[in-house]
């Protein structure tokens, strides 16, 4: 076991997991509904009948009454796939704890969670296009899988997440949750990303992650930035003044964020790696986007 | 300009190395390592599209402009001095007693100082002006300034003390002060005196000086201690008598209490009345063995017209009478009881009786006075004598013996006669002595003298040429008087020595005991005033009235001062005027000094600089 998943992280994840059972206690196991309408047990809608539809799912009591040939309907019932898509690009390679483990942490938790509830995970890295995915996993037993996965994800240099996700949505035939967990800097723009994997059919949940001197930079005078991602300079001179732009342009940027996730109904949820994990996660599960 | 701090070329040295050191900080900045962000992507939109380069040269140039100003403020370039015409201002300032005087309002001195001040805040830049403080001393409270601050600072330390300010040479100071200060050929000079006696101040010829004498403030009424004096009874006992003189200034009648004091005892209070310009004696006979701290003092003073007295320092008076000291005599007498009880009864005299046969020349030596009776002993004694028929041998010649010598005469002024008349003595037998060189006939004869006076360093030796057995002189009123005169100056300093009191603002002699440096001295309000002895000297003006104490040689010394001056007391003023204000719109005037003004240029560049960068014009 490496360092960021140590014992101590793994007790945490078997609290996170007690937890998100008494939250959504009621819930069955692997019964999440899926938006398939296939032979499940919760009816849905009625069609016309056609030829080769099943027989056993005519409504004779219909046919009786009005002399016309339905088929029934029903959810298919089937196991939630989940899939995380990890930023690795190097902007998360900031701050300490950096923005790239903490994420992992988030990934491997929720992770851990989905596979006791007996859902299928996998876990998509991404970086200037999709990396090496860890294929479908199902099952408790797997989580170990997860956690060498995780340990052996390197930053990569830059994001493109228009082509990564885009790549995500070509490959992938089963239609699932996709968490992102990423610090949404690209300088590409992330809403096209976004909106093509929504357009895929996939339920979509959106964490975004920062070191909090994004949030309110601490430093003073003038400051030749160096782009992490980019490796271009900027020389800034932080005044008050300058603080005070910075601070409008950064929660303008963090609302069209916001807007663009809920116009795709996307949960959306924002953290600073200040805040423990765990506190984090437990975020996601009161907002109740995980567990169904 | 001429540079009047660092020369040009240092200036020149500076700048340079300065601005050389600020380019290449400047330069190393550019330089320097970047800051990895995650993203830049806010930044960018903060910022702009804005290229900051210009924003940094500014920078740079504000800052080269500011070291420039600095360093232009440390050559303190000032104009030539015949570029404009200066005024040179010296402000006189009587500041004795009288000065403290006030009606119902500010008291002179003030009004001065606010006349003074009306007249500075006139003064150009360029002017110059000095005050100069003249009581019983000149004080030149400022050099010749322009600085207004350091004039009115010098103005609010003025405070009267002292008598007969020394005006005149107040007025020599300043014109000496004139000529060492640097005057330029076009500058103009200005001398004002400001006190309440102008009529008393002599306007000396001065070529290019504008003199002017103001009068300060208003006739105000007075009633004032002019004179209080201590001195022993002219009968030559220990006792003191205590003179006083009132006097009233006042145009209106005036009553008060006047009250002689020591701090155990009330002496006397008595009611005095007194008419515009009366004057009041009064002599008054302190108990014996009063001695300490004597105070005088007037209360209660009302004047018929309700004005108030306008000087209180002159109400009270003080002396500080020393303490009296009983005179040692050793009689050396066989049993002559006029002798013996002349002596005995004088509560003045400690008396020490021997026979002759008993008389050791030691004896002498812890005495004041040896009065020796039909006896002559072999050694003269260390102290003052008195012989009575003095043998051969002694210390007198005796020329001969005569039977009912004819008296040609006696010294009637002489102190050792004082209150005595000789002129009936009847002599039955006496020795003629013969007077040395220095000798003091007191009684004389045809061929000598009956009574002599010898001076010898210190002491002194009386010879009476008879036997007190033979004469009548023991019967007469004249004899104890006689014989306490002779104790009384064989024993003590003369009269005229006995210090009681000096005047404020006089100089005082204090007594230090030899390899002191300083004595501490407490003033009437308990301030403890170190005074440095120079030369063995302790020398020290009192400035306000009442008792001054030291310690010196482990012993308590006490000095008194008061005003007592029909001069200071006098209230009246003359002409009353005010300093003339002047006139800036000549056109003679100017900027001299640049330096405030760069260092204040530096200042609001600093600032600007500061403010440009927290709101993000400037790097």
Same mark, same amino acid.
């Given at each position: 076991?490496?360092?960021?998943?140590? *014992?101590?992280?793994?007790?945490?994840?078997?609290?996170?997991?007690?937890?998100?059972?008494?939250?959504?206690?009621?819930?069955?196991? $692997?019964?999440?509904?899926?938006?398939?309408?296939?032979?499940?047990?919760?009816?849905?809608?009625?069609?016309?009948?056609?030829?080769?539809?099943?027989?056993?799912?005519?409504?004779?009591?219909?046919?009786?009454?009005?002399?016309?040939?339905?088929?029934?309907?029903?959810?298919?019932?089937?196991?939630?796939?989940?899939?995380?898509?990890? *930023?690795?690009?190097?902007?998360?390679?900031?701050?300490?704890?950096?923005?790239?483990?903490?994420?992992?942490?988030?990934?491997? $938790?929720?992770?851990?969670?989905?596979?006791?509830?007996?859902?299928?995970?996998?876990?998509?890295?991404?970086?200037?296009?999709?990396?090496?995915?860890?294929?479908?996993?199902?099952?408790?037993?797997?989580?170990?899988?997860?956690?060498?996965?995780?340990?052996?994800?390197?930053?990569?240099?830059?994001?493109?997440?228009?082509?990564?996700?885009?790549?995500?949505?070509?490959?992938?035939?089963?239609?699932?949750?996709?968490?992102?967990?990423?610090?949404?800097?690209?300088?590409?723009?992330?809403?096209?990303?976004?909106?093509?994997?929504?357009?895929?059919?996939?339920?979509?949940?959106?964490?975004?992650?920062?070191?909090?001197?994004? $949030?309110?930079?601490?430093?003073?005078?003038?400051?030749?930035?160096?782009?992490?991602?980019?490796?271009?300079?900027?020389?800034?001179?932080?005044?008050?003044?300058?603080?005070?732009?910075?601070?409008?342009?950064?929660? $303008?940027?963090?609302?069209?964020?916001?807007?663009?996730?809920?116009?795709?109904?996307?949960?959306?949820?924002?953290?600073?790696?200040?805040?423990?994990?765990?506190?984090?996660?437990?975020?996601?599960?009161?907002?109740?986007?995980?567990?169904? | 300009?001429?540079?009047?701090?660092?020369?040009?070329?240092?200036?020149?040295?500076?700048?340079?190395?300065?601005?050389?050191?600020?380019?290449?900080?400047?330069?190393?900045?550019?330089?320097?390592?970047?800051?990895?962000?995650?993203?830049?992507?806010?930044?960018?939109?903060?910022?702009?599209?804005?290229?900051?380069?210009?924003?940094?040269?500014?920078?740079?140039?504000?800052?080269?402009?500011?070291?420039?100003?600095?360093?232009?403020?440390?050559?303190?370039?000032?104009?030539?001095?015949?570029?404009?015409?200066?005024?040179?201002?010296?402000?006189?300032?009587?500041?004795?007693?009288?000065?403290?005087?006030?009606?119902?309002?500010?008291?002179?001195?003030?009004?001065?100082?606010?006349?003074?001040?009306?007249?500075? &805040?006139?003064?150009?830049?360029?002017?110059?002006?000095?005050?100069? &403080?003249?009581?019983?001393?000149?004080?030149?409270?400022?050099?010749?300034?322009?600085?207004?601050?350091?004039?009115?600072?010098?103005?609010?330390?003025?405070?009267?003390?002292?008598?007969?300010?020394?005006?005149?040479?107040?007025?020599?100071?300043?014109?000496?002060?004139?000529?060492?200060?640097?005057?330029?050929?076009?500058?103009?000079?200005?001398?004002?005196?400001?006190?309440?006696?102008?009529?008393?101040?002599?306007?000396?010829?001065?070529?290019?000086?504008?003199?002017?004498?103001?009068?300060?403030?208003?006739?105000?009424?007075?009633?004032?201690?002019?004179?209080?004096?201590?001195?022993?009874?002219?009968?030559?006992?220990?006792?003191?008598?205590?003179?006083?003189?009132?006097?009233?200034?006042?145009?209106?009648?005036?009553?008060?209490?006047?009250?002689?004091?020591?701090?155990?005892?009330?002496?006397?209070?008595?009611?005095?009345?007194?008419?515009?310009?009366?004057?009041?004696?009064?002599?008054?006979?302190?108990?014996?063995?009063?001695?300490?701290?004597?105070?005088?003092?007037?209360?209660?003073?009302?004047?018929?017209?309700?004005?108030?007295?306008?000087?209180?320092?002159?109400?009270?008076?003080?002396?500080?009478?020393?303490?009296?000291?009983?005179?040692?005599?050793?009689?050396?007498?066989?049993?002559?009881?006029?002798?013996?009880?002349?002596?005995?009864?004088?509560?003045?005299?400690?008396?020490?009786?021997?026979?002759?046969?008993?008389?050791?020349?030691?004896?002498?030596?812890?005495?004041?006075?040896? =009065?020796?009776?039909?006896?002559?002993?072999?050694?003269?004694?260390?102290?003052?004598?008195?012989? #009575?028929?003095?043998?051969?041998?002694?210390?007198?010649?005796?020329?001969?013996?005569?039977?009912?010598?004819?008296?040609?005469?006696?010294?009637?002024?002489?102190?050792?006669?004082?209150?005595?008349?000789?002129?009936?003595?009847?002599?039955?037998?006496?020795?003629?002595?013969?007077?040395?060189?220095?000798?003091?006939?007191?009684?004389?004869?045809?061929?000598?003298?009956?009574?002599?006076?010898?001076?010898?360093?210190?002491? #002194?030796?009386?010879?009476?040429?008879?036997?007190?057995?033979?004469?009548?002189?023991?019967?007469?009123?004249?004899?104890?008087?006689? =014989?306490?005169?002779?104790?009384?100056?064989?024993?003590?300093?003369?009269?005229?020595? =006995?210090?009681?009191?000096?005047?404020?603002?006089?100089?005082?002699?204090?007594?230090?005991?030899?390899?002191?440096?300083?004595?501490?001295?407490?003033?009437?309000?308990?301030?403890?005033?170190?005074?440095?002895?120079?030369?063995?000297?302790?020398?020290?003006?009192?400035?306000?009235?009442?008792?001054?104490?030291?310690?010196?040689?482990?012993?308590?010394?006490?000095?008194?001062?008061?005003?007592?001056?029909?001069?200071?007391?006098?209230?009246?003023?003359?002409?009353?005027?005010?300093?003339?204000?002047?006139?800036?719109?000549?056109?003679?005037?100017?900027?001299?000094?640049?330096?405030?003004?760069?260092?204040?240029?530096?200042?609001?560049?600093?600032?600007?600089?500061?403010?440009?960068?927290?709101?993000?014009?400037?790097?």
């Amino acid at each position: 076991m490496g360092k960021l998943f140590d *014992d101590e992280f793994l007790k945490k994840l078997e609290y996170l997991y007690l937890l998100s059972k008494k939250l959504f206690h009621g819930k069955t196991q $692997a019964q999440s509904r899926s938006k398939k309408i296939g032979w499940g047990m919760e009816f849905a809608d009625y069609r016309d009948y056609a030829p080769g539809d099943d027989p056993r799912y005519l409504d004779w009591n219909l046919y009786a009454r009005v002399e016309q040939l339905v088929t029934k309907l029903f959810h298919e019932e089937e196991n939630l796939n989940v899939y995380f898509l990890l *930023d690795t690009s190097k902007s998360m390679d900031f701050g300490h704890p950096s923005k790239f483990d903490y994420g992992k942490k988030v990934v491997a $938790a929720l992770a851990y969670v989905a596979l006791n509830n007996l859902d299928s995970i996998a876990i998509n890295p991404f970086g200037p296009e999709l990396l090496p995915e860890l294929p479908m996993l199902r099952g408790k037993g797997q989580i170990m899988k997860v956690f060498d996965f995780l340990e052996k994800l390197e930053p990569t240099p830059t994001t493109d997440m228009l082509k990564a996700l885009a790549t995500f949505t070509a490959k992938t035939r089963t239609k699932g949750l996709v968490v992102i967990v990423s610090d949404f800097w690209d300088e590409a723009g992330y809403e096209r990303a976004l909106k093509g994997v929504y357009s895929g059919g996939f339920d979509l949940s959106a964490v975004c992650l920062h070191h909090e001197y994004e $949030a309110k930079p601490k430093w003073r005078g003038t400051v030749l930035m160096a782009d992490s991602e980019t490796g271009k300079r900027h020389q800034v001179t932080i005044s008050n003044r300058a603080l005070r732009r910075y601070e409008t342009e950064y929660n $303008a940027y963090l609302d069209r964020l916001r807007n663009t996730c809920h116009g795709l109904h996307c949960h959306y949820l924002y953290a600073h790696t200040s805040i423990p994990f765990e506190d984090m996660i437990l975020n996601v599960f009161r907002q109740g986007q995980f567990v169904k | 300009m001429i540079a009047n701090g660092i020369s040009w070329s240092t200036f020149g040295i500076l700048y340079g190395a300065l601005a050389a050191a600020v380019i290449l900080i400047y330069l190393l900045r550019m330089a320097r390592r970047g800051r990895a962000v995650s993203s830049t992507l806010i930044w960018q939109k903060v910022m702009g599209s804005r290229r900051s380069l210009w924003k940094e040269l500014i920078s740079l140039l504000l800052q080269l402009l500011l070291i420039l100003l600095l360093c232009l403020a440390l050559v303190d370039p000032r104009p030539p001095a015949d570029s404009f015409q200066r005024r040179w201002v010296v402000l006189i300032f009587d500041a004795s007693e009288s000065m403290a005087a006030h009606g119902d309002g500010p008291s002179r001195l003030r009004l001065a100082e606010r006349d003074a001040w009306r007249m500075i &805040s006139t003064l150009r830049e360029s002017d110059r002006a000095m005050i100069v &403080s003249a009581a019983a001393e000149i004080d030149a409270l400022t050099p010749f300034t322009g600085n207004q601050e350091e004039l009115k600072q010098a103005l609010t330390k003025l405070k009267p003390s002292g008598t007969r300010p020394k005006i005149a040479e107040a007025i020599d100071y300043a014109l000496s002060s004139f000529a060492y200060a640097g005057v330029g050929a076009n500058d103009t000079r200005h001398l004002y005196v400001l006190t309440d006696k102008p009529e008393t101040v002599v306007a000396p010829e001065a070529e290019n000086v504008q003199l002017g004498v103001i009068g300060v403030g208003q006739t105000l009424p007075n009633l004032a201690l002019t004179s209080f004096d201590v001195r022993k009874t002219l009968n030559l006992t220990e006792a003191h008598d205590a003179l006083l003189r009132v006097t009233n200034f006042a145009d209106a009648p005036v009553s008060a209490e006047l009250a002689i004091f020591t701090p155990e005892n009330t002496i006397t209070i008595n009611r005095v009345d007194l008419g515009p310009g009366e004057t009041h004696n009064q002599v008054v006979g302190l108990p014996f063995n009063t001695f300490g701290k004597v105070t005088a003092l007037l209360r209660k003073v009302q004047f018929a017209d309700g004005a108030h007295d306008a000087l209180a320092s002159d109400n009270a008076a003080f002396a500080f009478v020393p303490p009296t000291r009983k005179s040692k005599v050793v009689l050396v007498t066989n049993k002559n009881l006029f002798l013996y009880n002349a002596l005995a009864l004088n509560p003045e005299i400690d008396m020490v009786s021997v026979r002759p046969e008993e008389y050791r020349h030691g004896l002498s030596s812890a005495a004041d006075v040896v =009065i020796f009776d039909r006896f002559t002993p072999p050694q003269e004694p260390v102290c003052s004598a008195m012989y #009575f028929n003095p043998a051969p041998g002694g210390p007198f010649a005796v020329m001969s013996t005569k039977k009912k010598p004819a008296m040609t005469g006696w010294a009637e002024g002489h102190p050792l006669l004082r209150h005595v008349v000789m002129d009936t003595l009847q002599i039955d037998e006496a020795r003629i002595l013969k007077p040395a060189k220095d000798d003091v006939v007191l009684m004389g004869h045809f061929d000598g003298a009956l009574m002599l006076l010898r001076p010898r360093g210190e002491t #002194f030796l009386l010879g009476v040429g008879f036997d007190l057995a033979k004469t009548d002189l023991p019967l007469q009123s004249a004899f104890p008087i006689f =014989i306490h005169n002779v104790v009384h100056i064989f024993s003590r300093k003369p009269e005229g020595e =006995i210090d009681t009191g000096h005047r404020i603002g006089d100089r005082v002699d204090l007594t230090v005991t030899e390899g002191r440096e300083r004595v501490v001295l407490v003033d009437p309000l308990e301030n403890k005033i170190p005074v440095a002895v120079r030369g063995g000297r302790a020398l020290y003006r009192p400035e306000m009235p009442g008792f001054y104490t030291y310690a010196d040689a482990g012993a308590l010394r006490v000095f008194a001062a008061s005003l007592l001056d029909d001069k200071e007391s006098d209230l009246t003023v003359t002409q009353a005027g005010a300093l003339p204000a002047f006139d800036n719109e000549d056109g003679r005037g100017g900027i001299e000094r640049i330096a405030p003004w760069l260092i204040l240029a530096a200042l609001l560049l600093a600032a600007l600089d500061m403010v440009l960068f927290l709101n993000g014009k400037l790097s």
